[in-house]
C-alpha cells in the first residue's frame, strides 16, 4: 500500500491522535501535490484534503487553506469555498487568499487555450495564405525565437540551482529535528524535480542532435528500453508485473542520431509503463509491445500498450504537444516528455502518430525516413 493510502486508513481508522501530527500529514500532503509526488488517486488525495480540512483543530485547516491555492486539484476550489467560511479569522483569510490564486491559474489557463486557438487560426490562415512552405518558415522563425529566449533561462536556471542544491542536501543532512527534516525533504525534493525541468527546456529548445549514421535499429531499441525501465525503476516505481516484448527484425538498417532516436523512444516507452499507475502509486500488470519493421524507405516503430489509455477529448488535448501540459496522473511529469519525443522524430523528416482509447491502451506509431533525414544544421 502506498505511504498515503496508509495515512488515510490511519485517519479513518481515528489513530492520528496527537493534532500536530495531522499538521504535518496537511503541509506534508500539500507539498507533495505542489511537487508532483502524489499517487494519481485522486479520490483518495480528496478524501484526505475533505479530512484535513474538516479537522477539530484550526492550525490544521489553516494549513489546508494556505495550500489549497498552490496546488493543481479538482476538488481544490471547493474546499477552499467551504474554508472561506470558516469560523476562524486566521483559517478564512488563507482560504480567500487561496480562492483568489486559484481563480487566478484558472483564468490563466483559459487564456492559454485561447492562445492556443489563435495559434492554430494563424496556421491555418497561413497556409491558406501561403501555402505549407509559408507554415513552415513561420514556425522556423518562431522555433528559433524560442530556443533563444530559452538557452538564457535555462543557464540562469542552472547557475542558481547550483548554489541552491549544496546548502539543501547540507541542511536534510545536518537536520536533527523532525519537523526540520520534514522541510528540508521538501526543499531538496522540489530542487532535484525543478532541475529535471530545466534539463527537459534544455532539450526541447536547444539544436537536436542530428548527425546522422548508419544504425542497427534493433539494437538502437533495445538500448532505448533497457533505459527507459531503468528510469521507472529510478523514480520508484516496480515494472516486474508489466511485460515488454521487443519485436525487430535483427540487423534492421537505418540512418539515423542514435542520441535523439534513443531518447524520443524512452520518453515514449516510459509513458507506456507508466500508463499502468495504479492508485496506491505502484504499477499494475500489464504489456508493452515495441514492434518495428522496414517499408520500403521507411521505418516504422510502434509502441503499444495495454494500459489506461485515452479519452477522445485527451487524446485531443496530448495532440496539441504543447510543453508544461502536465500529465497530472504521473508523479514525476514535467510536461515535456512527449513533446521532445515528437520533436526529435520530427527532425528526422519523421513522423508520429497517436491512438488511444479509454481502458483499453494506446499505440503511438514513429514512421522515419530509412535513408534521409534533415541536416543538423536545419535541425539547430
Same mark, same amino acid.
Given at each position: 500500500m502506498h505511504p498515503w493510502m496508509e495515512r488515510l486508513q490511519r485517519l @479513518?481508522?481515528?489513530?492520528?491522535?496527537?493534532?500536530?501530527e495531522r499538521l504535518a500529514m496537511a503541509e506534508e500532503l500539500l507539498a507533495a501535490a505542489r511537487s508532483g509526488t502524489l499517487p494519481p488517486d485522486s479520490d483518495a488525495i480528496e478524501e484526505l484534503l475533505l479530512r484535513l480540512a474538516a479537522d477539530d483543530k484550526w492550525e490544521v485547516r489553516q494549513a489546508v487553506a494556505r495550500g489549497l491555492g498552490l496546488i493543481d486539484h479538482p476538488a481544490g476550489e471547493e474546499i477552499a469555498q467551504r474554508l472561506s467560511e470558516d469560523g476562524n479569522a486566521f483559517v478564512c483569510g488563507a482560504a480567500k487568499l487561496s480562492s483568489d490564486r486559484l481563480r487566478a491559474r484558472r483564468r490563466q489557463q483559459q487564456a492559454q487555450e485561447a492562445r492556443q486557438r489563435r495559434m492554430r487560426r494563424r496556421r491555418e490562415e497561413l497556409r491558406s495564405a501561403g501555402g505549407e512552405d509559408a507554415v513552415r518558415l513561420a514556425l522556423a522563425d518562431s522555433d528559433a525565437r524560442f530556443s533563444h529566449l530559452a538557452a538564457g533561462l535555462v543557464h540562469d536556471a542552472q547557475s542558481i540551482l547550483g548554489y541552491i542544491k549544496p546548502p539543501a542536501t547540507r541542511m536534510q543532512h545536518l537536520a536533527t529535528d523532525p519537523a526540520l527534516r520534514r522541510q528540508a525533504d521538501r526543499i531538496l525534493d522540489g530542487v532535484e524535480h525543478l532541475q529535471q525541468c530545466v534539463l527537459d527546456v534544455a532539450a526541447y529548445s536547444g539544436p537536436v542532435p542530428l548527425d546522422l549514421a548508419p544504425e542497427d535499429l534493433s539494437e538502437v531499441l533495445a538500448d =532505448?528500453?533497457?533505459?527507459?525501465?531503468?528510469? !521507472?525503476?529510478?523514480? $520508484?516505481?516496480?515494472?516486474?508485473?508489466?511485460?515488454?516484448?521487443?519485436?525487430?527484425?535483427?540487423?534492421?538498417? =537505418? +540512418?539515423? /542520431? +542514435?542520441?535523439?532516436?534513443?531518447?524520443?523512444?524512452?520518453?515514449?516507452? *516510459?509513458?507506456?509503463?507508466? /500508463?499502468?499507475?495504479? &492508485? %496506491?502509486?505502484?504499477?499494475? =500488470?500489464?504489456?508493452? %509491445?515495441?514492434?518495428?519493421?522496414?517499408? $520500403?524507405?521507411?521505418?516504422?516503430?510502434?509502441?503499444? %500498450?495495454?494500459?489506461? &489509455?485515452? =479519452?477522445?477529448?485527451?487524446?485531443?488535448?496530448?495532440?496539441?504537444?504543447?510543453?508544461?501540459?502536465?500529465? *497530472?496522473? *504521473?508523479? +514525476?511529469?514535467? $510536461?515535456?516528455?512527449?513533446?521532445?519525443? #515528437?520533436?526529435?522524430?520530427?527532425?528526422?523528416? &519523421?513522423?508520429?502518430?497517436?491512438?488511444? #482509447?479509454?481502458? !483499453?491502451?494506446?499505440?503511438?506509431?514513429?514512421?522515419?525516413?530509412? @535513408?534521409?533525414?534533415? *541536416?543538423?544544421e536545419e535541425a539547430a
Open positions: @479513518r481508522d481515528g489513530h492520528m491522535e496527537h493534532w500536530r =532505448a528500453c533497457e533505459i527507459a525501465r531503468r528510469s !521507472v525503476e529510478s523514480e $520508484g516505481l516496480d515494472p516486474a508485473d508489466v511485460t515488454l516484448r521487443l519485436r525487430v527484425p535483427k540487423s534492421l538498417p =537505418a +540512418r539515423l /542520431s +542514435r542520441p535523439a532516436i534513443v531518447l524520443a523512444v524512452v520518453n515514449l516507452v *516510459k509513458n507506456a509503463y507508466e /500508463s499502468f499507475l495504479l &492508485g %496506491d502509486g505502484t504499477l499494475g =500488470a500489464g504489456e508493452i %509491445d515495441v514492434e518495428a519493421s522496414g517499408e $520500403g524507405e521507411s521505418l516504422r516503430i510502434a509502441i503499444r %500498450d495495454g494500459g489506461c &489509455g485515452l =479519452a477522445q477529448e485527451e487524446l485531443e488535448e496530448l495532440m496539441l504537444l504543447v510543453p508544461r501540459r502536465r500529465n *497530472k496522473r *504521473k508523479p +514525476r511529469s514535467t $510536461g515535456y516528455g512527449l513533446p521532445i519525443a #515528437v520533436r526529435y522524430v520530427e527532425a528526422h523528416g &519523421g513522423i508520429v502518430a497517436f491512438e488511444s #482509447v479509454r481502458g !483499453v491502451g494506446t499505440t503511438v506509431t514513429l514512421t522515419l525516413p530509412r @535513408r534521409s533525414g534533415r *541536416k543538423s
